[in-house]
């Protein structure tokens, strides 16, 4: 019997936080792979707050994902038949899958993936794009260099939790801000960052101005609106401030237009500041070098990897791509596939 796959498909475009309404759930049989294609059976999905962008209509950096796709989605799966002379049956590959169970696709597109490096979990999170992204953001487009003050938002998160880290190990003091008692607790405790800030707790300025009697040097926000506008507050003179996400944004009700600017802006004037938005992906070419580095750290026990996974099925991704937007995630969000 054919094996039938289950996807996600993008239905409507969605106003603020997307509903249920705003998927359609399909079941297709498998496609057989034609010449120099692979088929592989997906086994974790990864949750990324861009997602929400995708679903937008509109330029970015990425084309938007069509009404009646199957929504965008990086993974991590294994080849289950090869039409490819260099992809093995068994073989684990990274791919850019999208919300579904399997996926075809050529074997020159899918990435390899050595399972003795780390888990696949964390070839997903702080050694996968997550990882990078903190990597090139932190020291390209920020210049950390040591004894700055780095301060991270999202610092929780997938990218925050690794963007603090590598300011520990280069010698930087971190601030950490994050929602909550707990994840806070987690960011000195066992990340090693100096100050944890719980933007929820309220008088976060307040709190921030304590946490860096020296202001900032590098300020990597993941978060943007008043979180963004408190670190512009701290800026040092010479400081860097680095776009990576604006996450506290993506669900506006008005979409782009409704999104919620800095008013003190001027900061960057005073401070002789920059600020700069960067995408992981211009990064590309040097993303083997970055991962070594990366899982190098790891292996010596300097940075901690940590992964939220949900186990489910395809049809649990619009819910669990909600846990992202309400904190519910610790480290990288990721979706485990059980076996069909
Ligand atoms: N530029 C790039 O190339 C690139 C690449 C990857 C990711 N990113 C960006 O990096 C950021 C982090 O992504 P990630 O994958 O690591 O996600 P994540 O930080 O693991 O998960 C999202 C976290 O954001 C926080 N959050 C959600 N809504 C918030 C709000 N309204 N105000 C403040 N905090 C809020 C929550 O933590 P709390 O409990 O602390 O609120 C939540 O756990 C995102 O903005 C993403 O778009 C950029």
Known sequence: MTPMNRQVRLAARPTGLPKPEDWEHTTEPVPDPGEGEVLVRMELLSLDPAMRGWMNEGRSYVPPVQLGEVMRAEGIGRVVRSNHPNVAEGQPVRAVSGVQE???????????????VAPLTSQLGAIGTAGLTA??????????????????????????????????????????IAGGEEKCRWLTDDLGFD??????????????????????????????GEILEAGLGRLGRGARVVICGAISQYNAEGGIEDVHGPRNYLSLLVNRARMEGF??????????EAARELAGWL??????????????????????????????????LLLRLAAS
């Not at 003050?149 to 939790?161: I, L």
């Not at 707790?201 to 978060?223: C, S």
């Open 102 to 116: 399997y996926v075809t696709a050529s074997g020159d597109r899918v990435e390899p993936v050595d399972e003795s």
């Open 135 to 176: 990597y090139f953001g932190l020291l390209d487009v920020g210049a950390a260099k040591e004894d700055d003050t780095v301060v991270v938002s999202g610092a929780a998160g997938a990218v925050g939790s690794v963007a603090g880290q590598i300011a520990r190990i280069k010698g930087c003091r971190v601030v950490g």
């Open 195 to 224: 100050v944890a800030v719980d933007y929820r707790a309220g008088a976060l300025q307040g709190a921030l101005r304590d946490a860096t009697p020296d202001r900032i040097d590098v300020f990597f926000d993941n978060v943007g």
């Open 279 to 288: 995408v992981v992906f211009d990064f590309r070419r040097r993303y083997a």
């Open 299 to 332: 292996h010596s026990g300097a940075l901690v990897a940590r992964e939220h996974v949900v186990d489910g099925t395809v049809d649990d991704f619009p819910d669990v791509l909600l846990k992202l937007f309400r904190g519910e995630n610790t480290g990288k």
